[in-house]
């Protein structure tokens, strides 16, 4: 019986046994699981680990600037400097108009060859950094990058693929609202975004309105119920009754 007691006391607590694994899981994955996370919009929450953009990560955003700088809106809102590096077709307008703040908001729109360089450099001293790869970029040069990226706690918004990426987030559908037929306003575009996690079972998928009708972010529109259908009802006739001649 001493003997059991003894081993029972020396065996690890649950609490130290779920501390232990979780600190091996974040050097496998080379993040904290608890790192604080910096506020996105409402319509984008449920697409990203945690609610918001984890610091000291990267996010994959294919192909589409109005998501990404969708993205970088409320963080720069909140006082977070934001940078976007080789992007230069992105409009201070578009940006603007989309929530960004543009008194926090660092372009540098050709980087050169050293592209990776430079969005490191600009992650020592901004919090959300954009860019939009000029190449393959080799896997020391990104694993060195994701190191910086969690020694300062900063975000990477990625325009296209890029690995080790917290969520890749991507347009399944679009479409405008407001035409008729031929004719009418455009009101606003409505996206399905679907996101991609190595923290989650299965991708999630959200419906957002990018913009609206005032040219902002919001949740689009609930879709309304279908109507029932008539459900066929078979009815039987009876045919004419056969008359016999009696006599």
């Known amino acids: 019986m001493r003997a059991i007691v003894q081993s029972t006391a020396s ?24 790192a604080p996370v910096l506020p996105v919009h409402p319509a984008l929450a449920s697409l990203l680990p945690g609610g918001g953009l984890r610091q000291g990560s990267a996010y994959s955003v294919a192909g589409s600037m109005s998501l990404l700088l969708a993205l970088m809106a409320q963080p720069s809102q909140a006082g977070a400097w934001c940078g976007a590096v080789g992007m230069p077709q992105l409009g201070a307008e578009a940006a603007g108009a989309l929530g960004v703040d543009l008194s926090r908001l660092v372009l540098v729109p050709e980087p050169g060859p050293r592209w990776l360089a430079v969005t490191a450099t600009v992650a020592e001293v901004l919090r959300v950094v954009a860019v939009r790869p000029r190449g393959r970029a080799a896997d020391g040069d990104v694993s060195r990058l994701a190191a910086r990226l969690r020694d300062r706690g900063a975000v990477l918004l990625v325009d296209g693929p890029w690995p080790q990426a917290e969520a890749v987030l991507e347009i399944e559908s679009s479409s405008w609202v407001g035409l008729g037929r031929g004719r009418g306003i455009l009101e606003g575009r409505e996206i399905a975004v679907t996101s991609s996690s190595r923290r989650w079972p299965r991708a999630r998928r959200a419906r957002v309105m990018l913009p609206d009708a005032h040219g902002e972010i919001a949740v689009a529109p609930a879709l309304p119920f279908p109507e029932h259908e008539p459900v066929p009802v078979s009815v039987s006739v009876p045919g004419p009754t056969p008359i016999r001649a009696a006599g």
């Open 11 to 34: 065996a690890p607590s649950a609490r130290e046994e779920i501390a232990r694994l979780r600190a091996q899981l974040e050097r496998v994955q080379g993040r904290r699981l608890d």
